[in-house]
């Protein structure tokens, strides 16, 4: 009983995850926008290219006039009010884009209404964690356009929203930016996922294979071990390289600690061959009680969050 | 004489760290994604120094959410009808309690002092070290609140030395010499992380950072970090350095053509980091001139805010939550240093991606159940056979699918830990 559970777990993740996965997740997000874009004077253009595009859309009435959101396909059916039919269940994604004209931003500025639009668009859209980006013309930078630079920065910091500015031919930079977003949107549960675990560490782990080791048969060991002394941060190819003249293996310095009563003192008066320059300072000659400490709480740790 | 006694508790949340730590050690076993919240959770609880005796008042830390919070509070209800129930002596936290321990605290303290002055007076003890006097001094400044009421503060840009002075000389004269010309009371020092902050100053020279961070990127600086992994990396740091707000302020290089990868990939780069990550905003300029005019732009809508806003400001510390207060100059400085401290668990996985084909899911899987070097070796001795620990960790599930590590890769582990090799 709990197998077959099991199995049918196992196969929703494995479709949860094809659908989430990056290239895969685009086929499941389409464009929503709003009705009034229409008469909106980027509207028809914009129309066209989206159907010259990949991108999948439809026009509906939305809780706001010139907006645009976007709606993933999460797999599972709703049933169609008024038959017996199963439709897919399109669930709305936090982003909102509200598309403003040269002629209207400015008006809002004039009017001082640039606070409303952020009340506006939440009481509109109440999803929670929504994020709504302003979308307008490229201001021309001229000696007056401070007023406007400064109406968009009170927009970004007071009220939290996104600015994106198009440059010109408008409607092709519009149609750039949704694809753009739109690609971005369908990734998001993919890196989401991600950022769960990534986020969960302090330093970003997910850089650090660029030079991994193949081991084959049993050769590559050695390059492995200095590697992973490498990770300390103290530790320089010269310090590795003294360290595993003396413990050419994991298992020998785990010895060393294990058996020797004075293994932190021992390990921290090996000498460091190689420095270059003439002599060296005292200090820097040895690998030192520091790192000796921390190697030693490395390999001896049993509590994971130990500060190395 | 009067003296001043500052008593700490040495385990202030014995009760809801025990919890904590159960219901993390049940979410590592059942590998559910709750845990590396309460893994979060854990550790602010465990910097925290003051009792809570709620799960609303543990709100104010990072990591716990409201569902949190609100298990916290299940849990003492029902260990509290416990209590009822079986009427035994209230073991539950209670604020009385922790007067009635500081009480007695100062009594034993009033007591020695007495025995003190009784005896003939003893050589004086030994002062502590120098190294031993700093440290206590750097402890007691961290957990000091400062408090700055409106009127009390003024507003100054910070500026990264490497940001401007980086590439070569003249590039920091120029963002001064725009500064300046803008009007923007700025100055020029060593950031840790970002490349501009903003940080409210008072008399007393206290100094706590208002919550944004900018990361300026010329379009060829954004080409050649994302190239390089950089970018990400940076991104990262961003986030967890605890500034709620991280603008990315992209500046146009000429035409941006030539920057070595395509103008699209940028873009795309950049929509995703606005799409994807709530705190990050972008901005684009024309030039390095825009670039200051966006600050004192930003500057000046913070003056507003704060200053002309009459607000009063409070610090925090770093595991709290940013709604609580602002972060001390110095400790986001020291916090988000490159090479600020790692745990064991952080170098063991980065150890473990070292050897190829050992990718991050496969890491942490392993890394779930045997969380630093020791505790792997542990097992492997606890096992019956070589040929048991050779396979210890073939069955262990990796990544959302719970793919099983497989035999050539726990061979490989285990050969590396316990065999002798040149």
Known sequence: MSSKADKLLKQAIKEQQKRIRPGECLKYVRLVLDASLLHHFLGQELITQLNRSDLKYEIRSLPAT???????????????????????????????????????????????NLGCIGVKLHEAFAMPNCQFTVVVPRLRQSKNNSNEANALIELQLLQQLHVEQLPSPHAQELLALLQRYTKAIAETPYKQQRQEILGSFKKYLANDNKQCVRVEQGLGYGRLWQQ???????????VAESIIAQYPCPKRLLQH????????????????????????????????????SKLHTLYNARDPNTLI | METRLEVRL??????????????????????RKSQHKLRQALEALRNYPLPLYSGRECAVLRGFGPTLCQLIDDELQQ??????QTSSAATTLNSSQYEQQVQQVVKVVQRKRSKQQQKPQLPKPKKLTKKAQQELAAAEERERVVEMPPGSYRIVLLVDIQETSGKNKRVLDQTRGYLQSLGVEHEVRRLTIGDFLWIACDAAGNELVLPYIVERKRMDDLASSIRDGRFHEQKHRLRQCGLPHIIYLIEDYGDNEQLGLPLDSLQQALANARVQCAAIQVVRTENHYRSMCYLAGVGGALQQLYVAGGQRLR????????????????????????????????????????????????????????????????????????????????????????RPLGEKLSQCVHDFYMLEFK
């Open chain 1, 66 to 112: 010139n907006c645009i959101v976007w709606e993933r396909n999460v797999g599972q059916q709703t049933f169609v009010a008024g038959s017996a039919d199963l439709a897919d269940a399109w669930r709305m994604e936090q982003q909102v884009l509200r598309l403003f004209n040269e002629t209207e931003f400015q008006r809002s500025i004039k009017e001082h």
């Open chain 1, 228 to 238: 992973h002394l490498n990770r300390l941060p103290m530790v320089t190819l010269e």
């Open chain 2, 10 to 31: 040495h385990e202030p949340n014995p009760l809801f760290t025990r919890w904590l730590q159960s219901w993390l050690r049940d979410a590592e076993e059942h590998d």
């Open chain 1, 257 to 292: 600690f294990d058996n020797d009563p004075n293994a932190i003192q021992v390990l921290a008066d090996i000498k460091i061959k190689r420095t270059n320059g003439p002599e060296p300072l005292q200090s820097q000659r040895r690998i030192g009680n520091v790192l000796s």
């Open chain 2, 79 to 84: 260990l509290r009808a416990l209590e009822k």
């Open chain 2, 315 to 402: 610090s925090r510390k770093l595991e709290q939550d940013a709604a609580q207060g602002l972060l001390k100059f110095r400790e986001l400085y020291e916090d988000s240093a490159r090479n600020a401290q790692l745990t064991v668990r952080e170098v063991f996985v980065q150890q473990l991606l070292q050897l190829h084909s050992l990718s991050l899911d496969r890491a942490l899987a392993i890394v779930e159940v045997y969380a630093t070097p020791r505790l792997l070796l542990d097992a492997y001795a606890a096992c019956g056979s070589e040929a048991e620990a050779r396979l210890l960790l073939a069955p262990l599930g990796c990544g959302p699918l719970q």
